[in-house]
């Protein structure tokens, strides 16, 4: 199952990573994006090598990523909601790191991939009903 997770999950990064308009974000958006998905895409290496020193790393970046003033930033109320998701997921990511959970790692991988998708499904959205 985990396997199928990170699988999935993998595809939708690929995806997402393809799909983002550049010239639709700020650069300082852009580059947060990027340092978020680069630490995702390494959080997957982790869990498909089974690399816990480098799965607490890159969790721990990720929720310096969180913590940043850039991302504070960019959280507007309209955005807030799905915050939660991902930030309740690395916390959980983060704890199954700690113990070296690796199936609840996997688990929390996909919940927090899902919180990703969820959010950028809705900017995509608002971009399109904007749009001229």
Do not use: N
Request: proline share 2%; with cysteine; hydrophobic share 45%.
């Amino acid at each position: 199952m985990t396997t199928r997770i990170i699988r999935w999950s993998l595809v939708c990064v690929v995806l997402l990573a393809g799909a983002a308009d550049a010239s639709a974000q700020t650069a300082r958006t852009r580059r947060v994006m990027q340092d978020k998905l680069a630490h995702a895409q390494r959080v997957l290496a982790a869990l498909t090598t089974s690399d816990y020193a480098l799965l607490q790393r890159e969790t721990q970046a990720l929720q310096r990523v969180v913590e940043s003033q850039a991302w504070k930033e960019m959280m507007t109320a309209e955005l807030r909601p799905y915050t939660g998701p991902f930030v309740k997921s690395l916390g959980e990511l983060a704890a199954a790191a700690e113990r070296r959970d690796y199936e609840a790692a996997g688990a929390s991988y996909g919940a927090l991939t899902a919180a990703c998708i969820g959010c950028h499904k809705h900017v995509m959205s608002s971009r399109i009903a904007r749009a001229p």
